[in-house]
């Protein structure tokens, strides 16, 4: 098994703690995001990569059900050719389209957004997109994605653990065991507002791995973002002084206890307390945006109605990301499934999310934090170029586009490819564990090398298969 | 050195067999820890089969591969570390080529390599191959693994304390009590069983008071139901299924609670094993104890599952792994899915055992079903209980009561149709003819035919024109059906043809209709003939058809169009005289209060309990391919694991027709299966002494790790067997020893996991422990026993929009026992998931220990610590005492022991300050208790 969790030696700690008085209070109130990097002079554990990594962290934001890939990023004038005829192939089994249309192979559906090139790279993206579109020469697309299970509950563990069952540890929890933390007051793992269904927590859970690398969470996808917070981070009803004057007791009562067995369990909690008291003093300050300039908030679309929301999302994981957490996962709630409504629904979850991500992208450049941070945009699945029902489109594991920007991935580049009609991913096929693999690579991990031992054998996040996409790296 | 010398006596009577000796046991651990993390990091890319590479024809991945050696030779010649090329190569001091060619091997690594090989170069890896290697398992060489031995046997008299040596002294009163407490039902004992306790170890003897009181203790039903949760641990129970559709589990408290009973009433656990494996197979000589048995078959089924893969195939056969995967590590300590893919990589388990196995599983129907009228998601298996004599009296009396009730309403409806019948002509929307965006509805009850027509505001214009052919001409009643109701147009607009030409009417169609609770009577006609009627204007002779039009011009609300009636004058009469037959008109009443009773009906109660495949011929399974559902291989005759083998097993046999299960049960709990009773004592010992003699209590295979007292492993299975498979025997025995008894100290360097068992384990108290001991001490906790818990939640545990019901977010207002919280995957109780309450989906019989900043907020911050603060506050503050003897009373109370001087000191400093600071007593006494909850006293067992 790999340990990665180094903490100061045993020796020295010791003696901290059977030399100082009273140390506690004064390490335990320290404010401001902005000095938290900074006081991870004596990192939480320190990280072993495996090569030298391109990326410090990763923001993944997730879109929660399927976002069409063929309305969006891999336009297919095929589509417009042969709208309403029949697909001159047989689709994927165990779709809706096959059990409640019996309609052959299905009929395929134009789309209705106007696809155009974009920037120096000349990236197609549709109108869909009009804010994303203006960093055409920042994203990294991969349009040969594709990945296990039709439905929800199977695809979006695959996203999130690698494993269609979800039985396995999250990317972020692998993130944190191999890489630990960056700053020793906050978790290596964040998730806001995770998605609550198709396994809820087991998409930020750590299964078999040691459970404090599961994701620390901020609400969940259905919850509005200004009321998420962490569980029990504020004391409501005694104030700050009264609780470190109580902390202080503690700890002498706590040390008097070590003292007598000098266990290194009992300072192992006694050394929970003090993180504790560290990250009550700092998340906090953390979540609350309310210091954002106006400016900044309406970078994030936090000025709008429609926007504001998901906007709140994005401007919580670039102060995450600020303050050196290192997996941060952003979700839509589960908004991304039309089965029927495509133009309605796709228009106004576009809208909800298109602004904000582009402000994610320019804040985040503008503080140089794109040149080690590693965004990555994903779904569950794409969805079909054939018609369901009136107006819509069903699920597509076969084939779908996901995105890359920032450190590590090849700027307007485009990778991959699906067939004339967009069903099935053709030139370049990405699976999900590649995308897992890629990230981790990047990331300075080697998916092969960083595993776990469980029930007897050896576990990894991309089980045996993964394979570094080499050709996006820059 | 006497330490070994008397180790070396212990394991004198077992030379002959094949398991390691301490000895070996440290040369294995050196060459895991030193030899091959290095081998692996440094070599294997260029010698391993998994590589693809043996340079210089030179395999380190097996013992195999240095034994015969590459093209230089001999590479490593055990005892002759200076004859070894290896560390001629790694020294980078001989003719030999230097290796690893671009890295040097530490100082410390060489000498690693030297010590080894002079020490005989134990490599564990020679027992088989390369893992990586495929072959064929060796099932008779796998049988000569420990665990798959039969158990020695033992002749006279012994002990467990004969097999350990305890060393330390026994634990003083005051840390005996509390443990003996938090671990038999895990709660602290009261200030009067304090003194009981310490009275009979002064007075008469410490044996006196353990043996006295863990009789009592294993005699009280809160043993149950803390014993119950470590099994509940290793049957990854939990109220919901998780997975993509996060659906209750209404029944699954029936097992939650079937195995607390097991627990208390101690159900030998051979039997406990049976009814878990095939309880609905095995003969009932009552209905409870066919209904025990139903229930205890919930182990296999509160699993989590897929329920929304659309492959229902491999979802069958993804539950039959899960299941097996779950016997195999819960019962026997092996990993069995590992061989669902492939032959086992490590232990001797074949993938035709597997099939063998998962074939028995395969006949058994867990999921079934649709559920929410969706194809794509399946239900799972419910089956009703036997009910007693009492809900079935009133279960009857309910019937008959339902089925009187449904004839008087056949009644009303048949004296309904015949005065329809005398009523004439009715035409409904049907057939009439409608211009504009009807919308079809059948919300309002009261209609005619299948449904009504409504329009929506803004969408018309919209018009009906209904046309009525007459039997003979004459004076008619005409009358219209709307439903009626608030939200309806105040002014229909009607218009009548008739003989004597046209009447327009406006209609109000909120009001209620008169006639039978459908028709609204608006006016006499003449049809066909001339008029002699008031209502009728002029005549126009030879029209035998009767027009109605309605519109909604003008109408402001939504206006209903459902069917007209006409019935001749002469007819009014007789249709009085029918319903005068029938005087309860309202049939609305009458359905509605059938309606009621149907939802009182005294329920059935029904077990999730496995039953075997009704559909389905019952047989054999084919191997699946690399694990692929639709990868056919050959098919396996159902059996067992051929490894785990004693006398007679093979000649169980499973035939047509049988699902196999109750083979299955019994093959596992045969007294001589060399698995199952130490797989079980190694859990309980491990519950009472922090730390299993198999450290790996899920995995007794080659990839666990080896028992540090394999005597005693076998004599306590010994005995567990011999005693009838009692658990509560067991347990009495192992408290009783002193070994169990031992003072707890804290691990010295040259036995850091106290393998030896020279003093008790200190071991952080498990959550429910915490959170029981803080209600208990508050006095707050609820001791009656719970049913469901989750009945409140309604079909989704948690909705896919993350939509859960609010009381699964407050859970810390409850105040039952921890095993009775709801446990909904996903959104556990935080009072016991921060304390590392296991993951529900996986079999648990060694929880993670974690000690995360989670924690500590939770003591510091959640309101169940301070509210429970503050009433032992508002307890010990009642009557006037001093502080001092307050402190005295919570150091009693929450630690079970005497506070010293320095915690009087610390104590009256503490709560002097905070009331010179203008806090009241009670609030200062309340932030003090809190900090005795935090503590890390409170939240170890020592």
């Not at chain 1, 303050?323 to 039309?338: E, N």
């Not at chain 2, 330490?3 to 212990?10: G, K, P």
Request: hydrophobic letters at 35%; one cysteine or more; a neutral charge.
């Amino acid at each position: 098994m790999k340990q990665c969790h180094q903490f100061t030696p045993d020796i020295t700690r010791r003696h901290w703690l059977e030399t100082t008085a009273c140390g506690f209070g004064a390490l335990a109130f320290q404010a401001f995001a902005q000095q938290i990097a900074s006081a991870a002079d004596s990192p939480h554990s320190l990280p072993v990569y495996h090569h030298a990594p391109r990326a410090k962290r990763v923001i993944f934001l997730f879109m929660h059900g399927g976002v069409s890939h063929v309305d969006s990023f891999d336009p297919k004038p095929m589509l417009t050719r042969f709208h309403g005829k029949e697909l001159p192939f047989k689709g994927l089994d165990h779709l809706d389209v096959a059990l409640k249309d019996k309609a052959g192979n299905g009929r395929l559906l134009d789309t209705t957004w106007k696809f155009q090139q974009h920037g120096e790279s000349g990236l197609w993206i549709s109108d869909l997109w009009p804010h994303l579109a203006k960093h055409a020469d920042e994203l990294c697309f991969i349009k040969s994605m594709h990945t296990r299970g039709t439905s929800h509950g199977q695809a979006v563990g695959m996203v999130h653990t690698g494993n269609d069952n979800l039985l396995r540890p999250s990317v972020g929890a692998w993130v944190s065991y191999g890489l630990g933390t960056e700053n020793r007051n906050l978790p290596a793992f964040v998730s806001v507002t995770p998605p609550a269904g198709h396994g809820g927590a087991r998409n930020y859970g750590s299964s078999f791995l040691p459970a404090h690398h599961q994701a620390t969470t901020l609400g969940h996808s259905g919850s509005k973002t200004a009321d998420a917070t962490i569980e029990y981070l504020q004391n409501t009803d005694s104030q700050s002084a009264d609780q470190q004057r109580q902390l202080e007791m503690l700890n002498r009562i706590n040390k008097k206890h070590f003292l007598r067995t000098r266990d290194s369990q009992v300072d192992g909690v006694i050394r929970s307390y003090e993180m504790a008291a560290r990250m009550q003093g700092i998340a906090p300050d953390l979540i609350d945006i309310s210091n954002e300039s106006k400016s900044t908030q309406a970078l994030y679309g936090m000025d709008r109605k429609e926007t504001t929301d998901f906007g709140h999302r994005c401007l919580l994981a670039r102060r995450f990301c600020e303050a050196g957490v290192r997996y941060i996962q952003v979700s839509t709630p589960y908004i991304w499934d039309q089965h029927g409504g495509l133009v309605k629904g796709h228009t106004k979850n576009a809208l909800a999310v298109d602004k904000p991500i582009s402000g994610l992208l320019d804040d985040l450049k503008q503080r140089g934090l794109l040149e080690d941070t590693l965004i990555v945009w994903g779904t569950e699945f794409g969805r079909t170029p054939v018609v369901q029902g009136k107006d819509g489109r069903d699920h597509n594991p076969a084939g779908f586009t996901v995105w890359l920007s920032g450190a590590g991935v090849k700027s307007g580049y485009s990778h991959g490819s699906t067939d004339e009609f967009g069903y099935f991913a053709q030139d370049n096929k990405v699976h999900m564990h590649d995308l897992h693999a890629t990230i981790l690579h990047i990331l300075g991990i080697n998916h092969e090398k960083l595993t776990y031992r469980y029930a007897g054998r050896d576990f990894r996040l991309t089980d045996v298969y993964g394979e570094v996409v080499k050709e996006i790296l820059s | 050195m006497c330490r070994l010398a008397s180790i070396l006596v212990l394991f004198a009577t077992c030379s002959a067999n094949s398991w390691a000796t301490p000895e070996q046991a440290t040369k294995l651990e050196f060459f895991e820890s030193r030899i091959r993390p290095v081998l692996v990091k440094h070599c294997y890319r260029c010698h391993s089969v998994e590589s693809g590479k043996s340079k210089g024809g030179l395999h380190l991945d097996s013992r195999a591969g240095w034994q015969v050696g590459g093209d230089s030779g001999a590479t490593i010649i055990p005892g002759k570390p200076d004859e070894s090329l290896i560390i001629a190569a790694i020294s980078r001091n001989g003719d030999t080529s230097e290796m690893p060619p671009s890295e040097h091997l530490s100082k410390q690594a060489i000498d690693d390599f030297t010590k080894w090989i002079a020490e005989g170069a134990v490599d564990p890896r020679g027992r088989k191959t390369s893992v990586h290697e495929k072959q064929t398992v060796n099932i008779e060489a796998g049988r000569e693994f420990w665990s798959f031995q039969p158990r020695r046997t033992f002749s006279g008299e012994h002990s467990i304390d004969d097999f350990v040596h305890p060393q330390a002294p026994r634990g003083p009163a005051d840390k005996l009590v509390r443990r003996l407490f938090l671990d038999l039902i895990g709660l602290p004992p009261t200030q009067d069983e304090c003194r009981e306790f310490h009275r009979m170890y002064d007075e008469q003897s410490p044996e006196e008071a353990v043996n006295t009181f863990a009789n009592q203790l294993l005699a009280r039903k809160e043993f149950g139901e803390k014993w119950a949760r470590h099994w509940l641990d290793v049957a990854r129970y939990a109220d919901s299924n998780g997975g993509d559709f996060n659906l209750t589990f209404p029944e699954a408290w029936r097992y939650r609670n079937y195995v607390i009973d097991a627990f208390n009433d101690d159900l030998p656990y051979d039997r406990f094993i049976r009814e878990q494996i095939a309880g609905d197979l095995l003969p009932a000589g009552n209905s409870d104890q066919r209904n025990r048995q139903l229930i205890a078959t919930g182990f296999l089924m509160v699993s989590p599952k897929m329920l929304t893969e659309r492959d229902k195939a491999k979802m069958h056969l993804d539950i039959a792994d899960e299941q097996l995967d779950t016997i195999g590590r819960a019962i026997m300590g092996l990993t069995l899915g590992c061989a669902r893919c492939h032959d086992h990589k490590f232990d001797p388990i074949p993938t035709s055992d597997y099939y063998a196995m998962a074939g028995i599983l395969h006949n058994t129907r867990t999921a079934d079903g649709i559920l929410m009228g969706n194809v794509n998601v399946s239900g799972w298996t419910e089956t009703d209980l036997i009910m007693g004599e009492e809900t079935r009296a009133l279960a009857a009396a309910h019937q008959s009561k339902l089925e009187k009730l449904q004839a008087r309403i056949e009644q009303q409806k048949a004296a309904r149709a015949a005065s329809q019948h005398v009523a004439g002509i009715i035409v409904d929307n049907t057939k009439a003819e409608q211009t504009g965006p009807w919308r079809k509805s059948t919300y309002r009850p009261n209609h005619v035919g299948d449904h009504y027509l409504a329009t929506d505001k803004g969408k018309g214009p919209y018009s009906i024109k209904w046309k009525a052919t007459l039997p003979k001409p004459g004076k008619y009643e005409l009358r219209v059906s709307f439903g009626g109701g608030s939200g309806l147009a105040s002014q229909a607009p009607y218009v009548v043809r008739h003989a004597g030409g046209e009447t327009r009417l406006v209609i109000d169609q909120t009001v209620k209709p008169t006639i039978n609770g459908l028709w609204y009577p608006i006016g006499k006609f003449m049809f066909g003939t001339p008029a002699a009627d008031q209502n009728v204007s002029t005549n126009q002779p030879g029209m035998t058809i009767a027009e109605v039009q309605l519109t909604d011009e003008n109408a402001s609300g939504a206006v209903i169009a459902d069917a007209i009636q006409l019935v001749h004058v002469d007819d009014l009469e007789k249709e009085v005289q029918s319903q005068k037959d029938s005087p309860n008109t309202d049939l609305k009443i009458l359905e509605k209060e059938l309606e009621t009773l149907k939802t009182k009906a005294p329920k059935v109660p029904q077990a999730m309990a496995a039953r075997d495949h009704a559909k389905q011929p019952l047989g054999d399974l084919h191997i699946r391919i690399r694990g692929e559902a639709g990868n056919l291989g050959s098919k396996v005759p159902r059996g067992f694991l051929q490894v785990a083998s004693y006398v007679g097993s093979e000649e169980v046999t499973i035939s047509d027709g049988e699902s196999g299960r109750l083979q299955l049960a019994q093959w596992l709990t045969h007294a001589d299966h060399p698995l199952t009773a130490r797989v079980m004592v190694n859990r309980i010992w491990q519950q009472l002494l922090g730390r299993g003699l198999v450290t790996t209590s899920d995995n007794f295979g080659l990839r666990g790790t080896t028992p540090s007292h394999p005597e005693l492993l076998d004599y306590l299975a010994e005995e567990f067997v011999a005693n009838g498979w009692s658990m509560k025997s067991l347990i009495r025995e192992i408290v009783r020893s002193k070994t169990y008894q031992q003072t707890a100290q804290t691990a010295s360097e040259d036995d850091p996991d106290n393998v030896l068992l020279r003093h008790q384990n200190r071991r952080p108290a498990p959550a429910e422990t915490i959170r029981d001991s803080i209600l208990a001490i508050a006095g707050e906790l609820d001791r009656k026993p719970r049913n469901s818990v989750v009945e409140q939640l309604g079909m989704y545990a948690i909705a896919t929009s993350g939509k859960r019901h609010e009381s699964l977010g407050q859970t810390e207002k409850l105040r039952q026992r921890s095993i009775y919280m709801p446990i909904v995957r996903g959104a556990e109780p935080p009072s016991l998931a921060i304390f590392d309450l296991p993951n529900t989906d996986l079999v648990t019989g060694t929880r993670a220990v974690t000690t995360v900043p989670a924690q500590a907020l939770f003591m510091m911050n959640s309101p169940f610590v301070r509210d429970m603060a503050r009433a032992v506050s508002v307890q010990v503050t009642k009557e006037e005492i001093s502080t001092e003897d307050i402190i005295e009373q919570l150091y009693q109370r929450i630690l079970v022991r005497e506070a010293d001087t320095s915690d009087f000191s610390m104590g009256k400093e503490y709560i002097t300050r905070l009331m010179n600071d203008g806090k009241s007593q009670p609030e200062a006494i309340a932030s003090f208790v809190q900090i005795l909850f935090s503590s890390t006293e409170f939240r170890f067992v020592e």
